[in-house]
């Protein structure tokens, strides 16, 4: 099943999950330490009303993470992918919905797809043979480049995860994120020494 099917098919929190790890995994270029967002993750965790504290926990995590002027590049210069991706993600934490209704939660976890899989091609070194991240997220994979597949896997065995498990796969799917984060540490790392 295709990325764009699995969304269709997801339920509220899968869909909460999904968009938040996607968040998660761009937490370096937000500035924001790795356990930023653990409170949200902590609130889809809930068995009886999940996420009810969800709306407050947005808020606090917005205001920890929102600040201006981070990782702001230069257009042409070495520094621009990096700032391009930045925005992309203070994208992402900004239209965090915190209505957690399927419709904003579906929306939003559409675009945090989106954005994800773009921040990974701004940043991976080899090129993506795909003109955009539509392609890809619709099943076809031909000519990616490693760190836009990597993305892609994880988006894909998240949702999975959540589907066949539900609250219980949350885990998974966070430890999923966890290392997406790291790779992307990394990566944002590695491209700021190649600055120096």
Request: proline letters at 4%; charged letters at 25%; glycine letters at 12%.
């Amino acid at each position: 099943m295709s990325l764009v099917e699995l969304i269709a098919q997801a339920d509220e929190r899968g869909l909460a999950a999904s968009g938040l790890a996607c968040l998660d995994r761009c937490v370096p270029l937000l500035g924001g330490d790795d356990e930023i967002l653990r409170p949200l993750w902590a609130s889809l965790a809930e068995s009886e009303g999940w996420g009810e504290d969800w709306g407050e926990r947005v808020e606090q995590a917005r205001a920890k993470l929102d600040v201006p002027g981070v990782g702001v590049g230069v257009p042409g210069g070495r520094g621009f992918a990096e700032g391009e991706a930045s925005v992309l993600a203070h994208r992402m934490l900004g239209a965090v919905p915190v209505d957690r209704g399927a419709g904003n939660l579906r929306e939003w976890a559409d675009a945090c797809s989106v954005a994800a899989l773009q921040i990974h091609r701004l940043l991976d070194a080899a090129s993506d043979g795909a003109s955009s991240v539509t392609a890809r997220r619709e099943g076809r994979t031909q000519d990616m480049s490693p760190l836009v597949a990597a993305e892609l896997r994880r988006q894909i065995a998240i949702l999975e995860v959540l589907s066949a498990h539900g609250p219980a796969g949350l885990r998974q799917a966070l430890a999923l994120s966890t290392e997406g984060r790291r790779v992307l540490r990394a990566v944002v790392s590695r491209r700021a020494r190649g600055r120096v």
